[in-house]
């Protein structure tokens, strides 16, 4: 009778080659691996937040920290995120074209590089938060800015780890070895969560903004163990200007320009939330806690499985399986998409209740979050879609479309953040997210139609 290792390693060996079959099935598999272990790691992710609320509720103490955090969170996806889409097409193209040691070479310059441009821009923010903050946080008393501010310094670091950390994620992806890099994000919400047990009656707020410093720097650690087993190294200091790093350089800079954009509206979202009375930023951050459950790992499933294959393709010129791909998983995309957002906006209230109202946590919360959950739900399928045309032109290297698709995002967000939350408060602001990534949506999924009918046109 085969023992239970075999049994293990007979399943393996037949997902490997119903995987290996064809280009969509390994993009499926790829997907599947990503959104299991990713989905593993947001359940984790959602028991801090439960443990937050349980903890600290709505209270000014959590407003202190949630805008103390904005900054930090936005300067991660604004810069770590975009060195992850500049990376993976060089890298891919690189180790296809000249081998394993040039992609190696590649890693080490851009780890380098941005180590450098992470502390330096981690400098700046540092200095500038004073000033920044009495904007951000304008309906705060003097004795919550100040508590804002000592947070801001505690979780600061985190921009630098949370940078190496998407680095090291995106050559471990570029690789197809996608499990490790969706599961090591439970490591830091494992931490917050002991941290606020043990010692958020000695530490209260800092217990979180301390377990972010600590998760991060474990994460860091265990990624390194992770690329040294699959033999990448990396010199910290040799490097040279060759072709993949300038390619690297050049996607970077639209990438980072329109993750500008694109941040900047959670960035607005929260800002003009804290010009509303105390709590609306925690409500904010409820609902769009609950959102971002299913849609990241949605998201993370379907952006990190098809940009490794998008390059790939592409590096040959391989236009029509490039067609094929995003027509194939555009549909499937808002076929799964479309029937789940509607059952999340009808059941946002019972859900919010099931998951959130507790100890300090009330009635009244619960209706106000499940309305910002609703309206906010919205763009789940337009988001997930908009992964997938963004993650094509990242492989076109014609990031300068989703720049500008970012910057006009952010005009339609702050615009509608202004109208609606005059007539309906921090629903309102919910809702203009909706109206924007539609507009945003639209505006990609023109721009590539267009680039396949010039290519098209070429080819005849």
Excluded at 65 to 72: D, M, Q, S, T
Excluded at 74 to 91: G, T, V
Excluded at 320 to 330: E, S, V, W
Aim: aromatic share 10%.
């Amino acid at each position: 009778m085969p023992t239970l290792s075999k049994k293990i390693r007979s399943l393996l060996t037949a997902y490997s080659k119903w995987k290996g079959s064809s280009i969509n099935r390994n993009i499926l598999g790829a997907a599947v691996i990503v959104a299991v272990f990713t989905g593993i790691a947001k359940i984790v992710l959602f028991a801090k937040e439960l443990t937050i609320a349980w903890q600290f509720g709505t209270l000014d103490l959590l407003d202190a920290f949630l805008i103390a955090y904005v900054v930090p969170s936005f300067a991660i996806n604004w810069i770590a995120e975009s060195i992850n889409a500049a990376l993976i097409p060089a890298y891919v193209k690189a180790r296809e074209q000249e081998g394993q040691i040039s992609a190696n070479d590649l890693y080490g310059a851009v780890m380098t590089l941005g180590i450098v441009f992470l502390t330096v821009c981690t400098g700046l923010i540092v200095v500038s938060a004073p000033v920044y903050l009495r904007i951000l946080a304008s309906g705060f008393s003097q004795e919550k800015l100040r508590l804002t501010l000592n947070l801001f310094y505690v979780v600061s670091p985190v921009i630098i780890l949370s940078g190496i950390t998407t680095i090291r994620g995106a050559v471990l992806n570029a690789g197809e070895r996608f499990a490790v890099p969706a599961l090591i994000p439970v490591v830091t919400p494992l931490m917050t969560i002991a941290f606020i047990l043990i010692g958020a009656r000695a530490l209260n707020i800092y217990s979180i903004a301390l377990s972010l410093v600590f998760g991060q720097s474990t994460e860091v650690f265990l990624l390194g163990l992770a690329l040294k087993r699959h033999g990448v190294k990396r010199s910290p200091v040799r490097y040279s200007a060759d072709a993949n790093l300038r390619q690297v350089i050049r996607q970077f800079l639209p990438l980072v320009a329109g993750a500008f954009f694109m941040g900047s509206t959670q960035l607005v979202d929260q800002a003009m939330a804290a010009s509303l009375p105390a709590g609306n930023v925690a409500v904010l951050n409820y609902g769009n806690k609950v959102i971002s459950f299913p849609l990241h790992i949605a998201a993370t499933a379907i952006g990190t499985s098809v940009l490794p294959y998008f390059s790939s393709v592409l590096a040959r010129n391989d236009w029509r399986i490039a067609r094929q791909i995003l027509k194939r998983y555009l549909k499937l995309t808002f076929v799964i998409a479309v029937p789940a957002t509607l059952l999340l906006v009808h059941f946002s209230e019972p859900l919010v209740r099931l998951l959130l109202q507790r100890g300090a946590f009330n009635e009244q919360d619960t209706k106000i979050v499940a309305d910002v959950l609703a309206f906010g739900a919205l763009h789940i399928p337009l988001y997930l879609g908009g992964i997938l045309l963004v993650r094509l032109l990242s492989a076109l290297r014609a990031n300068h479309i989703i720049m500008w698709s970012a910057f006009l995002n952010m005009i339609v967000n702050i615009t509608g953040n202004y109208l609606l939350m005059k007539i309906y408060g921090v629903v309102g602001i919910s809702f203009s997210t909706s109206i924007a990534y539609f507009v945003s949506f639209s505006m990609l999924l023109i721009s590539v139609k267009i680039i396949f009918s010039r290519n098209r046109l070429n080819n005849d």
